[in-house]
Nanobody, 116 residues
Framework: QVQLVESGGGLVQAGGSLRLSCAAS?????????MSWYRQAPGKQREWVAS???????NYADSVKGRFTISRDNAKNTVDLQMNSLKPDDTAVYYC?????????WGQGTQVTVSS
């Protein structure tokens, strides 16, 4: 069974930084997957934040462009999201997603709370 486990969430003041990490379970190799981060704020739909192709090309939602950086380490089987200049509007549960020919897989999410 494919498992994605997010970590690194927490409480931070506006303007601060957090680094989220997503680790894939043994037997599932992210090297063949496009990896993404999504987030869901209370009362809102889940929204896409950033993606990185298996070739390493990143893309970002306009709301986080210039502040967030997605990266992947295929050797460690992890994908990270470096979040800088955080705003209260960034408060949400952040989810990792892997999209491969085997299917689409989600982690359980990690809470990020940004105080003003």
């Amino acid at each position: 069974q494919v498992q994605l486990v997010e970590s690194g969430g927490g409480l931070v003041q506006a303007g601060g930084s957090l680094r989220l990490s997503c680790a894939a379970s043994r037997g599932f190799f992210i090297i063949s997957s496009a990896m993404s981060w999504y987030r869901q704020a209370p009362g809102k739909q889940r929204e896409w934040v950033a993606s990185i192709t298996n070739g390493g090309s990143p893309n970002y939602a306009d709301s986080v462009k210039g502040r967030f950086t997605i990266s992947r380490d295929n050797a460690k089987n992890t994908v990270d999201l470096q979040m800088n200049s955080l705003k209260p509007d960034d408060t949400a549960v952040y989810y990792c997603n892997a999209a491969s020919v085997r299917g689409s897989y989600w982690g359980q999410g990690t809470q990020v709370t940004v105080s003003s």
